[in-house]
């Protein structure tokens, strides 16, 4: 490793070293020379030339007594060198001051014009070297004032010059060369130094303009950058590029790729229209296919194109993959045509605006993915979790059903071996038998239940639906129980119906319903009586199963219609059932697109009522509102069954 010390360092050349003194003295000197930065042009001007003054003053002091031979004229010139010496204070204290007298510099050229010509007269005259004391004065008014008022001063000069020779040369025609000479050359100095002059207050101009159209991008830009909504991106898009280039209005259209989103800015017409604007917008984005491509560095310039006295500019934006939308900028008539520096100032905006855009398309891309994958995350957890549920519920379905079919089957086991083993009376014979009889039948509707339930949940059932004549079902299932709930000494009523109703469904699955729910009407009212009626109601067919049973409290009448749930204890009051009927029940309902429910009381009775869609006929009105045929229902004058 090089450890290089601060003595290694290679001394500068002397060139570097005389550059940088003389820096350091111009440093120093500068504000002596021209004021500070903080003053404002004229006065840093005038300070330039006091400086100049103090020089011309300091020269003919020591120049003087070697070009004046006589004494009176020398002491007249240190006195006016007095005057003028206190002449160039003054102004440098007017300076110090901010003095308004200088603003316009007209105080100081009189004044230096009078010293000058003072100069020359107490010198000699205009045929003396005196004489280069009036070119520092054209040279000083032409870089103030240009061409005119310089030109003046000159012609001042020229005159005053022509009258000295007039007065002090009795042959005023032999010297006419040299006046002539020294004029022009007069003349051609101060032009010039006014045409420098104008070529520094255009390069300045110039400069000020590019400084301008540099902050105004810079502005744009931040502009851009301040927000990653795509809307609001595109909508300061619009306002940026027809404030860049003093338009009017501008409108802009992206591709589909960015949804085609459209913005329209007009500031200059405040009081325009929303439907105006938006007519406005459409007439410029017309205009996009009618302009001849132009191709520029930066991108697509499409070109302008003159219309109702207008002149509309149209700038394609060019992304990755080609033209992506177009901005129309419309500036009025009269307006200086734009310079290249302004077509270029635009399209180095709409380049930045580009980007903009692809961020902000970018930016709500991922928004949106970061939502998808959110909401397909919760989907999964979710789904989880149901797999999870349908899991337990599947493992509690196994434990609940051997559970039911090991109760059924220890009873038969047992009766069956002590009928084996002992030599019992056929009375009793007899009874062992009916309870092994008697469990037989439960295993069997346990085994039906849980093989039913097990295939509507798995989808394994044929549906053979159909139209069907909901009264002809009822009429069926009434007949079939009616003889059951007469053994128990209970009333049974099938509730005639107004009108036919039929509905679109599967017959034996309804009969299956109905037959759960009337059984266990009658298996739970000890006495008084079981309704079955049906009506239609806002295009919903309604059957209801009404009891005054022992009713099922308020906690357990959504818990019925789970899978084994039956109401009391199970292990010492089981009632003769499998708790698998009303479960099976709200299955096939909801299949047909309906649904269940009880309502009910403890001591007073339930209802359990049941929804299913009516049969539609192909003007979407339910058959039933058009068939007036009483025939079509069996029940239809009160043939149900009463008991
Ligand atoms: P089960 O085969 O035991 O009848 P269900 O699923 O059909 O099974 O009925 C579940 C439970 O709902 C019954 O055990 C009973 O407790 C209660 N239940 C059903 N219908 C009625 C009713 N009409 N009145 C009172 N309780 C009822």
Known sequence: MSVTSFHDQPKASVAVRLGRAAGTVFHRIEPFWSGPRSWPPYLRLEQRFTAVRFLGVLCIALTAPLLIPSLDRLIMAYVALFVAAFYVTWVQVLIRRHSPLLEHGYVTTIGDAFFCVLFVLIGGGFNTAFYFIVFTATVCSAMRFGYGPSMLVVGLYITLDALDHSVRSANFTDEQGVFLFRSGFLVITTLSASYVREQAQRAEAALARQLNRASALNESTRALNASLKLDTVVQTVVTEARRLIHGEEAAIQLGSEYGSATAYDASGYDGLSGDTRQQRRLDMLALIPNIEYRTRNTGKFKGRVAQDNREYIVVSLLGLGGVVGHVVVVRPAGRPPLESADDDLLISFIARAVLAIENAALYKTIGDRRHDLQRAYADLASAHQELLDVDEMKTNFIANVSHELRTPLTSIRSFSEILLSFDVDTATQHEFVGIINAESERLTRLVNDVLDITKIESGQVDWHMENLDLGEIMYASARAFEALAKEKGLHFELVPMSSPLHVYADSDRIRQVLANLLGNAIKFTPQGSV??????????????????????????????????????????????????????CRDIVVHHGGRIWVESELGQGSVFTFTLLPTVHDDGVPITRLSDDPSLSPTRGGAGATA
């Open 531 to 584: 309704t079955l009626s049906a009506e239609m109601h806002a295009d919903m067919v309604y059957v209801h199963i009404a009891d005054t049973g022992i009713g099922i409290a308020p906690s357990n009448q959504e818990r019925i219609f789970e899978k084994f749930h039956q109401v009391g204890d199970t292990l010492t009051d089981k009632p003769a059932g499998t708790g698998l009927g009303l479960c099976i």
